[in-house]
């Protein structure tokens, strides 16, 4: 079984930074498995943010952050960050990591092939 627990959320103001974690218990997933992490508003669909593949490390992002936020992981810590810089108040939301414990070569952007998932942490961007 594995669990996810993000932390790292808060109140900034446009233009801030800010990092969130996720740490992972192995449980079931494996080196090919990638972990992502999505963001959700009120009334709206999960959205892909970002996603990096456990071996490696090869890394995927929605046209919509690319260029500002970065993902990266620490095995020996079973963690993966997602650092966003020069937020905006369109970033506001839940953000929730998941893990797809499937083979693939690309990351899913649809959550609902993710099998598990972090109970979420939230982001407030103010101007």
């Known amino acids: 079984q594995v669990q996810l627990v993000e932390s790292g959320g808060g109140l900034v103001q446009a233009g801030d930074s800010l990092r969130l974690s996720c740490a992972a218990t192995?449980?079931?997933?494996?080196?090919?498995?990638?972990l992502a992490w999505f963001r959700q508003t009120p009334g709206k669909e999960r959205e892909f943010v970002a996603a990096i593949l456990w071996n490696g490390g090869r890394t995927e992002y929605a046209e919509s952050v690319k260029g500002r936020i970065t993902l990266s992981k620490d095995n020996a810590k079973n963690a993966v960050y997602l650092e966003m810089n020069s937020l905006k108040p369109e970033d506001t939301a839940v953000y929730y990591c998941a893990v797809d414990v499937e083979i693939r070569w690309n990351a899913p952007v649809v959550p609902d092939v993710y099998n598990y998932w972090g109970q979420g942490t939230q982001v407030t961007v103010s101007l």
């Open positions: 192995r449980g079931t997933f494996n080196d090919y498995s990638h």
